[in-house]
């Protein structure tokens, strides 16, 4: 802004200018800003890591199975210089041990088809072709690994072409590997459509969304996730209109998001992700001196404590404790303030207000957070910033299905990311 701007400006104007430029930035903690966009001087500030004063240390953990074992015998006895033999019993003093990957290369198969003559009638004979001749001459175990590289670790067609040649000696044009990812991308479907399935039946479903580029354009990155299922979607939109396909017309008791609008309405109930109004209360108490936030952050730590112990206490006992958490809040959103800052968190929270303490109606079943679905967002943001996007359609899509299978096995404890992909590509 120039000085013929700033002459125009009215006295309340350049009153609220001067208090915005004053305002501390927002952060990560103080906003739903990656930590990466946190400032070098806070960062700088932070404690050092690595273990306290003190602190026991801990050692990593031996194998259970051994490939070899190297038995180190000693041979001459220190003492008297006497031999020592090795039939001599012997006990174990101590184990170590060393770990090493194997020299990994491709192992190529080739498949003649034979031609013999027919004794009998001279007739020329000739195998039937193989199935290994048909289709693609790659491998499930090769189109697993490059789709674990590809979708898991974010690697680029570039890097990932460099990958596979350097640690495994395949080598393979870019081409090549989007009709190997396409193929293996195909494995999912029906997997996906299983995850669908079942988040159409759940009575509780959580949703985010998150930007990425599709084509050159700006599209959205969305997550849909119950207790049996975590499903991603590619939409070109950020509209409620994603959300009504995915659902096809099911309505869940429950549906938990922030307070963007397209995400509202799905369901009988709707519970606010109380880590982003925590958020803003954390930075409400860094820009301001009024006590409305802090009064507001005491209010969120009484909510997260009855969520982290509420199935420990009786329905009376939630019952009394959603109305004086009820009580309090109506104190907190009535009380004035000169502070613009307490005022718009004060309007934020009025905007949700029915929708804070659902999770005390369902106890157990609905988190405050928001923190799973934004977790389940992470990979897709990070293949943003090192990909900058996905060249077709069909490659967001495809990812989509291979993150939804992918997630959706890791709800339940054992599955590896590798293990479910290697898995489906080999059925």
Not at 214 to 235: C, K, L, M, N, T
Request: net charge positive; aromatic share 4%; with cysteine.
């Amino acid at each position: 802004m120039g000085r013929i701007e700033l002459e125009r400006l009215s006295k309340d104007e350049l009153i609220e200018l001067v208090l915005r430029l004053q305002r501390p930035a927002k952060t990560s903690r103080t906003s739903s800003k990656p930590p990466s966009s946190d400032r070098k001087e806070q960062r700088e500030k932070s404690k050092p890591g690595g273990a306290k004063p003190g602190h026991e240390g801990h050692r990593r953990s031996l194998s259970e199975r051994a490939d070899h074992v190297v038995d180190h015998r000693p041979d001459q006895c220190p003492r008297c210089q006497a031999g020592l033999s090795g039939d001599l019993p012997a006990e174990p003093v101590s184990l170590h041990e060393r770990v090493e990957l194997p020299a990994v290369k491709p192992l190529v198969e080739h498949h003649r088809r034979l031609a013999v003559r027919c004794p009998a009638c001279g007739a020329r004979v000739v195998a039937p072709v193989p199935s290994a001749a048909k289709g693609t001459p790659f491998g499930p175990r090769l189109h697993a690994v490059a789709t674990y590289l590809k979708t898991v670790q974010a690697l680029s067609y570039e890097r990932l072409q460099a990958a596979l040649a350097d640690l495994f000696g395949v080598t393979l044009s870019q081409g090549g590997l989007m009709n190997l990812l396409r193929r293996a991308q195909g494995q999912f479907r029906a997997g996906r459509e299983e995850a669908v399935a079942a988040l159409r039946r759940a009575e509780v479903v959580a949703s985010d969304e998150t930007g990425v580029r599709i084509e050159g354009a700006s599209a959205y990155h969305w997550v849909f996730r119950s207790q049996d299922a975590v499903v991603h979607q590619a939409a070109p939109t950020r509209g409620a209109s994603v959300v009504r396909a995915m659902m096809n017309g099911h309505r869940p008791k429950v549906w938990l998001s922030d307070r963007y609008s397209a995400q509202q309405g799905h369901a009988g109930a709707q519970q606010t992700c109380l880590a982003h109004l925590a958020r803003d209360v954390a930075y409400a108490r860094e820009a301001s001196d009024d006590a409305l936030p802090l009064r507001l952050e005491l209010w969120l730590r009484s909510a997260f404590d009855l969520a982290s112990a509420i199935t420990t206490f009786a329905a009376s006992t939630l019952a009394a404790k959603r109305r004086s958490l009820k009580r309090r809040l109506g104190e907190i959103l009535t009380a004035s303030t000169a502070c613009d800052v307490a005022r718009d968190l004060q309007r934020k929270f009025r905007g949700a207000r029915d929708q804070l303490l659902t999770f005390v109606a369902f106890p157990g079943a609905v988190e405050v957070t928001n923190n799973a679905c934004e977790r389940a967002l992470r990979p897709a943001v990070v293949q943003r910033k090192i990909t900058n996007g996905y060249r077709a359609m069909w490659a967001a899509e495809g990812e989509a299905a291979i993150r939804t299978v992918v997630d959706t096995a890791r709800l339940s404890p054992g599955p590896t990311a590798f293990s479910t992909i290697l898995k489906t590509v080999s059925a």
